[in-house]
């Protein structure tokens, strides 16, 4: 068996083709698995929002987009499992005035107020459709008035998320 292994990864040491073919195994074995199944609840409104509020959301930077507009609502909430509670904007587009969820950052990254009424330029990713079938943006820049939160870096890896602990976000 093991010539054909060399046939098909020629020039490679029995360590890099073992570890390809473990990966291969690997894939093989998540694929058969499937998805799983969300946990059945009482009533089928409740269950479709189980379903969205723990469904993984990632940021795509191929669906970026930038919105204007004044923020209508924030809230905190659990999103993420063991992450601690999120800050949610509900934004009022300037063009067109619909609605978008926006999902920013942890609430303890944030280290000014942010308020109703207030002005908003964010840059986003739009992910699928959020609550109520508003349109949900993962956040990876906030300006507001002079100020510029960076909350993801340029490929969309959370800020937060780096460095030692729970640490407070820039002073802006």
């Known amino acids: 068996m093991d010539g054909g292994i060399k046939k098909l990864l020629p020039g490679r040491s029995w360590r890099h083709r073992a570890v390809i073919l473990m990966g291969l195994l690997l894939m093989v074995l ?22 969205a509020q723990t469904r993984p959301h990632f940021y795509d930077v191929d669906r970026e987009v930038t919105i204007e507009g004044q923020i209508e609502d924030l809230r905190f909430e659990n999103r993420y499992e063991g992450k601690g509670n999120f800050l949610v904007l509900l934004v009022k587009e300037k063009s067109g005035g619909e609605l978008v969820e926006v999902e920013t950052a942890p609430a303890w990254f944030f280290r000014t107020d942010l308020h109703k009424g207030e002005k908003i330029r964010l840059v986003g990713s739009v992910t699928e459709e959020g609550k109520d079938g508003r349109k949900l943006v993962i956040a990876r820049e906030l300006r507001i008035g002079n100020q510029t939160i960076t909350l993801r870096d340029r490929r969309g890896f959370p800020t937060w998320s780096r460095g030692q602990g729970r640490r407070r976000g820039p002073a802006w």
């Open 30 to 51: 998540l694929s058969l698995s499937g998805p799983v199944a969300a946990q059945e609840t009482s009533s089928g409104e409740g269950q479709a929002n189980q379903q």
